[in-house]
């Protein structure tokens, strides 16, 4: 997932994601911290390579990787520690302006990791131009 070009990328996290959909695989992958934290420090690398060279199409599917990833009780916990910062602040302010549903996706994921407060404070797309 983190080697090769933008395209590439984008379709290696895209199909982690619909694993991570599919209630199975969410489980297989979150059965084992060891599974759980390789998969996030692949996913927090790209969110890092991508403040250098922003993709928002790439961005999307990340998010929604780490947003299915918190639907699982001990991942999200794990969560509160491992999701970058990046995704926590206004970084990726630009590329989320023009798409509401994935701004809508990483609002949900701060308040699904982090509660009602830090969501409201560092993903507060709504109120962009």
Not at 29 to 42: G, K, N, Y
Request: charge should be neutral; include cysteine.
């Amino acid at each position: 997932m983190e080697m090769g070009s933008e395209l590439s990328k984008t379709v290696a996290t895209f199909i982690v994601e619909k694993i991570l959909l599919d209630d199975v695989g969410l489980n297989y992958i979150c059965t084992t911290s060891d599974r759980f934290f390789e998969l996030a420090q692949v996913l927090g690398n790209m969110v890092g390579a991508l403040a250098e060279q922003p993709s928002s199409r790439l961005l999307k599917h990340i998010i929604r990787c780490y947003l299915r990833l918190s639907d699982e009780p001990r991942a999200c916990q794990a969560l509160k520690i491992c999701l970058p910062d990046m995704l926590r602040d206004d970084t990726f302010s630009s590329c989320l302006r023009e798409d509401p549903i994935t701004r809508r996706w990483l609002q949900q994921l701060l308040l699904n990791v982090n509660g009602n407060r830090v969501a409201l404070q560092a993903g507060g797309f709504d109120r962009m131009p």
